[in-house]
């Protein structure tokens, strides 16, 4: 494929039915089936111009839809931007990301990413993500802080992805939300899928990925309240979706809720907080955490401290 800018539009043969879609849009696509799932779900790959799911089977003439992004970055930078390296042995590294840093390379982000600061501080890392994500197993949303895991050798990034796609790894983030939770602790389970309104945006979608989010009420406020949020699955975007759709968004989301709030939170107020995973080499389970950042503290100081009776 020379233009990495094209649309491709592949129709299913009768030899290629009953197919799953990442394996023939991989092969008829000439890419990757991790770049494949990856595209699925970032809403790239359309089936019948709709999105789908990785394992969805083929059926004859079924038209599968591919947009190839192209190549943010050509060559990646280390950079000496510090970071908080929560932990590190031979096979992982454990970060408390800040908000307000992205992942990777992307358009519009060539470099100041999470990605070019562990080049610089971490000179082993698995090489399965490719040039733009060495190292990088998961992602968390750049308003998001917290912790994330990173893999310093294919070992450990394979035996990490699998644990992230079987829900083994435990990820708990703590969230301050818009209104007041009438129940203490709940679940949310709505499929998740590439917005049809705004690409840019995630939606809950009845043909979409499964999803599935609990919670647990920390603190009441009146207006706001404070959240412990445990995923089970890890889609894209979604603690803050399924927020939004239970009509109890994130403060300071300013894409599926309101930006403006009174706390001065700028993103949305969410941190990845614990991470308990199976280590790939011991295959103990480890358990990391990281502190509220500043903002988020000083947010829930003034909530408190208004709370409080006065006399």
Request: charged share 25%; aromatic share 4%.
């Amino acid at each position: 494929m020379s233009d990495l800018n094209e649309n491709i539009e592949l129709a299913v043969s009768a030899e290629g039915a009953g197919a799953r879609l990442d394996t023939y849009a991989a092969s008829a696509a000439e890419l990757s089936r991790n770049a494949v799932q990856r595209m699925i779900e970032e809403g790239e790959i359309l089936l019948n111009g709709r999105t789908a799911k990785p394992k969805d089977r083929l059926r004859e003439g079924d038209v599968i839809s591919v947009t190839i992004q192209p190549p943010a970055v050509t060559d990646i930078v280390p950079q000496n931007i510090p970071i908080d390296i929560v932990y590190q042995d031979e096979d992982i590294a454990v970060i408390n990301k800040p908000k307000g840093m992205v992942v990777h390379p992307a358009a519009g982000n060539p470099d100041g990413t999470l990605v070019n600061a562990i080049m610089y501080h971490i000179k082993d890392l698995s090489g399965i993500g490719g040039e733009v994500r060495p190292g990088i197993v998961h992602r968390i949303d750049r308003m998001t802080s917290g912790l994330l895991v990173i893999a310093k050798n294919d070992a450990a990034h394979n035996f990490l992805a699998d644990e992230l796609k079987t829900h083994a790894v435990s990820r708990v983030y703590y969230a301050l939300c818009d209104g007041n939770f009438r129940e203490d602790s709940g679940t949310v389970d709505a499929p998740i899928a590439r917005s049809k309104n705004d690409r840019k945006k995630m939606a809950v979608d009845k043909d979409g990925r499964n999803a599935v989010t609990h919670w647990q009420v920390l603190e009441r406020f009146g207006d706001v309240t404070f959240l412990r949020v445990e995923l089970e699955t890890g889609r894209t975007h979604q603690i803050r979706v399924h927020m939004s759709y239970i009509k109890h968004p994130i403060v300071g989301d300013d894409v599926y809720g309101r930006a403006k709030n009174k706390l001065g939170i700028t993103g949305q107020a969410l941190h990845a907080g614990e991470l308990r995973l199976t280590h790939p080499r011991t295959h103990e389970v480890v358990s990391f955490t990281a502190p509220l950042p500043e903002e988020f503290e000083k947010a829930l100081d003034k909530l408190r401290r208004s709370a409080m009776p006065r006399f």
